[in-house]
């Protein structure tokens, strides 16, 4: 279901953990132009525990780490509660175990189509 459907009462929120700025840069932008919504970008994954903390919902999660380091970190559970999907942008050698696991994967270097294309396998149905 896209994002603007007319079942959702908010625009959709992104979040961008990336330490490249340009990179981050180019994310924040094709999300800001597949339509209205809020972008929070972040650089390190220390800060991810705070967002998973909070109460605030997110969409989907684009994520500078690998699928091992995700898993460590333990947060799968807690962005799954918030409703956030996940996308990594880096560790393409994991990418069968990233879809296995219901994720995507972003396979650098990737264009504004392929940003576009990871999100739509990313928003949950409802």
């Keep these: 279901m896209p994002y603007d459907d007319s079942t959702r009462q908010t625009p959709p929120i ?8 340009l990179i981050a840069e180019d994310i924040c932008g094709a999300l800001q132009a597949y339509g209205a919504c809020q972008v929070i970008r972040i650089t390190h994954p220390d800060e991810l ?13 684009f994520l500078e780490m690998r699928y091992d ?50 999100l739509q396998s990313s928003v949950r149905e409802a």
Excluded: C
Aim: proline share 3%; net charge negative; no cysteine.
């Design 49 to 61: 525990t705070q967002m998973v903390d909070s109460e605030q919902p997110i969409t989907a999660a």
């Design 14 to 21: 992104y979040l961008v953990m990336e330490s490249n700025l």
């Design 69 to 118: 380091q995700v898993l460590h970190m333990g947060l799968t559970e807690s962005f799954l509660l918030r409703g956030a999907r996940i996308v990594l942008t880096v560790g393409e050698g994991d990418e069968v175990a990233v879809q296995d696991h219901g994720w995507a994967m972003l396979v650098r270097p990737f264009t504004e189509e392929m940003i576009h294309a990871a």
